[in-house]
């Protein structure tokens, strides 16, 4: 099992910056990908950030170029920087991981936090 907690949300203002970080703990070691997904009230849940055991990441198009996921492997540590932060960002954000072992393929979430951006 892997548990994640999040960490790092709160009340910015647009133009700001945000460091959220993802502390895996558990059977960090069958992680394959972990990421930072967000759901804003009334939408469906979106993929943000994710990075692979190997280093790949692949970005929304909506925050190519202000966000970057980076991965701390020594800390078992994701943490999604957030720069030029906009009111449309404002969200839940979840940290995820796929993790594979021997028993199968598991996908574990964190109990989110909150980034909100004013304008």
């Known amino acids: 099992q892997v548990q994640l907690v999040e960490s790092g949300g709160g009340l910015v203002q647009a133009g700001g910056s945000l460091r959220l970080s993802c502390a895996a703990s558990g059977s960090t070691v069958s992680i394959n990908s972990i990421g930072w997904y967000r759901q804003a009230p009334g939408k469906q849940r979106e993929s943000v950030a994710t990075i692979s055991s190997g280093g790949s990441t692949n970005y929304a198009d909506s925050v190519k170029g202000r966000f970057t996921i980076s991965r701390d492997n020594a800390r078992n540590t994701v943490y999604l920087q957030m720069n030029s932060l906009k009111p449309e960002d404002t969200a839940v954000y979840y940290c995820?991981?796929?993790?594979?072992?021997?028993?199968?393929?598991?996908?574990?979430w964190g109990q989110g936090t909150q980034v909100t951006v004013s304008s």
């Open positions: 995820n991981a796929d993790s594979l072992d021997t028993t199968g393929l598991y996908d574990y």
